[in-house]
């Protein structure tokens, strides 16, 4: 069973970046389709990133396309997040999510697909 923990969250101001990073344990990470998720408040749980567990397929949000980017590294169990361009609607507390996959290239963007999470991370984006 793999276990969780995002780091990098914090107070930024509109147009700033903001890197998260999630480090895994407890198993083969490799076996995990990864994504990051976010929960706005009075809002729900939804994929803003997702990758394949072969870091090769890609699942990005429309409000995120083009300033977000995730990236895996199999090597060092970690998954991150880059976010640029930061607005304050991006403004939630932002979770590391973890499923395991058959296939290696598939990439699955619905919540309710992952069954492991971090404790997630305050990111707060002021205008």
């Known amino acids: 069973q793999v276990q969780l923990v995002e780091s990098g969250g914090g107070l930024v101001q509109t147009g700033d970046s903001l890197r998260l990073s999630c480090a895994a344990s407890?198993?083969?990470?490799?076996?995990?389709?990864m994504a990051w998720l976010r929960q706005a408040p009075g809002k729900g749980r939804i994929v803003v990133a997702a990758?394949?567990?072969?870091?090769?397929?890609?699942y990005y949000a429309d409000s995120v396309k083009g300033r977000f980017t995730i990236s895996r590294d199999n090597a060092k169990n970690t998954v991150d997040l880059q976010m640029n361009n930061l607005k304050p609607e991006d403004t939630a507390i932002y979770f590391c999510g973890a499923r395991s996959g058959y296939y290696s290239h598939s990439v699955y963007d619905e919540s309710r697909e992952y069954n492991y999470w971090g404790p997630g991370t305050q990111v707060t984006v002021s205008s």
């Open positions: 990758i394949s567990r072969n870091g090769e397929t890609y």
């Open positions: 407890g198993g083969p990470f490799s076996n995990y389709a």
